[in-house]
């Protein structure tokens, strides 16, 4: 049983074009992550949700889009792809965390996005 | 503000050898320090975490990492090292406490690379 999916795992389209990656988790878990992992293995956090309510937005284009229509999915809408959007998205998952208090994160397996 | 900086990009020993990954940080309060490990293709996983309870923490598949305040370092060893440990590992800091969530300082991944 795959805790933490992602699809579709590659995904080569052309620049100007508009495309989704999609996430679940089964884990039950409150709050999910979209990452991006660069060329150099860098990386960085995108977008954080609990219970479908955006919480963490780091600094992103507006062509980036999370949607979350449930709290077992969030899913990456990304319009008028450009080159540099080329990269690994990650998606994580945990239960609620703040404070004092750390919940592992599990991660999907990865999306590779390629834009020509 | 919290950071984590990893000494080497890549490390490479060989069969039945230590392992040695460093890992400094830099953080204006206890930090919460953790190490992700990917392997090729797949998503992180979590190999140890320190949370401000025993300085020397153990993890999965024979890792530890010891905590040293006044080094401020977080370097994961293995006495022995196996051909399945060849993956990137990630260093891991968690970030200041901000609208009831934390979020995650990665590294930028030391590369192992294990041969026979």
């Known amino acids: 049983d795959t805790a933490v999916s992602q699809t579709p795992k590659y995904l080569v389209t052309q620049m100007g074009n508009d495309k989704s990656i999609k996430c679940e988790q089964n884990?039950?878990?409150?709050?999910m992550y979209w990452y991006k992992q660069d060329s150099k293995k860098f990386l960085k956090i995108m977008f954080s949700?609990?219970?479908?309510?955006?919480?963490i937005n780091e600094t992103v284009p507006n062509r980036f889009s999370p949607k979350s229509p449930d709290k077992a999915h969030l899913n990456l809408h990304i319009n008028s792809l450009e080159l540099g959007d080329s990269a690994v998205y990650f998606c994580?998952?945990?239960?609620?965390?703040?404070?004092?208090?750390?919940?592992?994160?599990?991660f999907g397996p990865g999306t590779r996005l390629t834009v020509l | 503000a919290q950071s984590v900086t990893q000494l080497d990009s890549h490390v490479s020993v060989s069969e039945g050898t230590p392992v040695l990954l460093r890992c400094n940080y830099s953080?204006?309060?206890?930090?919460?320090l953790f190490w992700y490990v990917q392997h090729p293709n797949k998503g992180l996983q979590l190999l140890l975490k320190?949370?401000?309870?025993?300085?020397l923490v153990k993890g999965i598949n024979g890792f530890e990492a010891e905590f040293k305040k006044s080094e401020t370092s977080f370097h994961l060893t293995k006495p022995s090292a196996h051909m399945s440990d060849a993956a990137e590992y990630f260093c891991?800091?968690?970030?200041?406490?901000?609208?009831?969530?934390?979020?995650?300082?990665f590294g930028a991944g030391t590369r192992l690379a294990v041969h026979p």
């Open positions: 949700y609990n219970n479908k309510e955006l919480i």
């Open positions: 320190y949370t401000s309870a025993a300085t």
């Open positions: 994580a998952s945990s239960q609620a965390q703040g404070g004092s208090s750390y919940n592992e994160q599990f």
């Open positions: 884990l039950g878990h409150d709050t």
């Open positions: 953080s204006s309060y206890s930090p919460s």
């Open positions: 891991v800091v968690r970030g200041p406490y901000s609208g009831g969530y934390n979020k995650l300082i």
